[in-house]
Nanobody, 114 residues
Framework: QVQVVESGGGSVQPGGSLRLSCAAS????????MGWYRQAPEKQREMVAT???????NYSDSVKGRFTISRDNAKNTVYLEMDNLRPEDTAVYYC????????WGQGTPVTVSS
C-alpha cells in the first residue's frame, strides 16, 4: 500500500511563485519516475514535468524555463518549484509516483489571478 500526499498549493498573483511538495509513504522499494500533472476545469489532464530516478527531467513546453522539478530519493519526495506563474497555470496539480504501478495524490489546487 502506497500513499501519496501533495502540499503547497494556494493562490498567488501573476508573476508569483509556489513550491509544491509530494511525499510518498508505505510499502516502497524503488520509485522509478515521479511527476506532476495538472487539470484545469473543462480540460484534459496534462503532463507538467517528470523526473526519473536518475534525475532526467522532462517539461511541457508551456512551463519550460519557469518550473523546476526535483526529487529527494531518501525522503521519497518530489518537488515542483513554480516561478513566474501565469493565469493559465491555474489548475489542480497532481503528483504521480511510478513504482510497479502509478500512484496518484489527491491533488493540490493552484490559482493564479490578480
Amino acid at each position: 500500500q502506497v500513499q501519496v500526499v501533495e502540499s503547497g498549493g494556494g493562490s498567488v498573483q501573476p508573476g508569483g511563485s509556489l513550491r509544491l511538495s509530494c511525499a510518498a509513504s508505505g510499502t516502497i522499494f524503488t520509485i522509478n519516475t515521479m511527476g506532476w500533472y495538472r487539470q484545469a476545469p473543462e480540460k484534459q489532464r496534462e503532463m507538467v514535468a517528470t523526473i526519473t530516478r536518475g534525475r532526467t527531467t522532462n517539461y511541457s513546453d508551456s512551463v519550460k524555463g519557469r518550473f523546476t522539478i526535483s526529487r529527494d530519493n531518501a525522503k521519497n519526495t518530489v518537488y515542483l518549484e513554480m516561478d513566474n506563474l501565469r493565469p493559465e497555470d491555474t489548475a489542480v496539480y497532481y503528483c504521480s509516483i511510478m513504482i510497479s504501478r502509478t500512484y496518484w495524490g489527491q491533488g493540490t489546487p493552484v490559482t493564479v489571478s490578480s
